[in-house]
């Protein structure tokens, strides 16, 4: 039992070292830093202009979703790209019989490769995450959603109290985690798929801006529900759970229109089965390959 661990451990360690040396990786941390960034102090002297019926509450939640919600829509697109070049280019370099000479399996490699994926998936997140709370807490402050016309230190009309608004803060990170989670599968499905990493990378990105117009063309029916990337959050037309925070910061009543009740379970189960089978679709492809013999 030590041995296929101890292997698995090796070709994990090997898998990082390799992504970490890459610039891509490195590119994408930056641009969803800056996206996550760029956004909620955009939001925020925009903001400042703002007068009478079109004030929005004063509050660093509202930001920080801002944050969210591009960081994550351009972390989803690095996350494909990273992971759609994860088995397609050991193909097209020629280095899967290099690989394969040690005394490692198919499977284990695939393994290495989509823990690494996944990880960098999470990476992504907590980048987005830690940015889009520095800058949202930056121009604005913690508190709870309050009236801006009420808003007044002996009488203010409170919309959601604070620990109410953390607490949709938290549900919304939980709730991307499998959304992103399926999204680099979906990548390496992609890699697995194709020999040449431009055919891997082409078909990942395809395949992504496919699946987010079908999140829109089928928005409202019951088969939107069983498309995973509608739980990631994007910058427009968002469906996920930080839509519903940022709705709820800016003070609306109806912010949760677009999620039903059972949409938690969805945003569940529907990513993490579509993570399942997308990895063992990954594990077949690549134990079926020529290139490999």
Same mark, same amino acid.
Request: hydrophobic share 60%; proline share 5%; aromatic share 12%.
């Given at each position: 039992?030590?041995?296929?661990?101890?292997?698995?451990?090796?070709?994990?360690?090997?898998?990082?070292?390799?992504?970490?040396?890459? $610039?891509?990786?490195? +590119? !994408? *941390?930056?641009?969803?830093? @800056?996206?996550?960034? %760029?956004?909620?102090?955009?939001? &925020? =002297?925009?903001?400042?202009?703002?007068?009478?019926?079109?004030?929005?509450?004063?509050?660093?939640? $509202?930001?920080?979703? +801002? !944050? *969210?919600?591009?960081?994550? @829509?351009?972390?989803? %697109?690095?996350?494909?790209?990273? &992971? =759609?070049?994860?088995?397609?280019?050991?193909?097209?370099?020629?280095?899967?019989?290099?690989?394969?000479?040690?005394?490692?399996?198919?499977?284990?490699?695939?393994? @290495?490769?989509?823990?690494?994926?996944?990880?960098?998936?999470?990476?992504?997140?907590?980048?987005?995450?830690?940015?889009?709370?520095?800058?949202?807490?930056?121009?604005?402050?913690?508190?709870?959603?309050?009236?801006?016309?009420?808003?007044?230190?002996?009488?203010?009309?409170?919309?959601?109290?604070?620990?109410?608004?953390?607490?949709?803060?938290?549900?919304?990170?939980?709730?991307?985690?499998?959304?992103?989670?399926?999204?680099?599968?979906?990548?390496?499905?992609?890699?697995?798929?194709?020999?040449?990493?431009?055919?891997?990378?082409?078909?990942?990105?395809?395949?992504?801006?496919?699946?987010?117009?079908?999140?829109?063309?089928?928005?409202?029916?019951?088969?939107?529900?069983?498309?995973?990337?509608?739980?990631?959050?994007?910058?427009?037309?968002?469906?996920?759970?930080?839509?519903?925070?940022?709705?709820?910061?800016?003070?609306?009543?109806?912010?949760?229109?677009?999620?039903?009740?059972?949409?938690?379970?969805?945003?569940?189960?529907?990513?993490?089965?579509?993570?399942?089978?997308?990895?063992?679709?990954?594990?077949?492809?690549?134990?079926?390959?020529?290139?490999?013999?």
């Amino acid at each position: 039992m030590i041995g296929p661990i101890v292997r698995f451990a090796r070709c994990v360690r090997a898998e990082w070292t390799k992504g970490v040396r890459q $610039r891509l990786p490195w +590119v !994408g *941390l930056v641009v969803v830093a @800056a996206a996550a960034a %760029l956004a909620p102090w955009a939001a &925020a =002297s925009i903001d400042q202009g703002a007068s009478g019926p079109a004030r929005l509450p004063d509050n660093a939640f $509202r930001f920080a979703a +801002v !944050g *969210l919600q591009y960081g994550l @829509a351009f972390g989803g %697109l690095f996350v494909v790209l990273v &992971a =759609s070049l994860a088995i397609a280019a050991e193909a097209g370099h020629g280095t899967w019989k290099m690989i394969l000479v040690r005394p490692v399996a198919r499977g284990e490699v695939v393994a @290495a490769k989509a823990f690494v994926a996944l990880g960098y998936a999470l990476v992504v997140l907590a980048v987005v995450v830690v940015v889009a709370l520095a800058v949202g807490g930056a121009v604005a402050d913690y508190r709870a959603v309050i009236d801006p016309e009420f808003d007044t230190p002996d009488d203010p009309y409170v919309f959601t109290e604070v620990e109410a608004m953390w607490e949709h803060l938290w549900r919304a990170l939980w709730l991307a985690i499998p959304a992103l989670l399926a999204t680099a599968a979906f990548g390496l499905a992609a890699s697995a798929t194709f020999d040449a990493p431009g055919g891997a990378v082409g078909a990942g990105m395809i395949g992504f801006f496919a699946l987010g117009a079908a999140r829109v063309l089928f928005d409202g029916q019951d088969a939107a529900r069983w498309i995973f990337i509608r739980f990631l959050p994007t910058a427009i037309d968002d469906r996920s759970y930080v839509q519903v925070m940022k709705a709820t910061a800016e003070g609306f009543s109806d912010a949760g229109r677009h999620w039903p009740d059972d949409n938690a379970w969805w945003a569940i189960v529907v990513p993490a089965a579509s993570l399942a089978l997308l990895l063992g679709y990954c594990w077949l492809r690549v134990r079926r390959r020529a290139v490999l013999s």
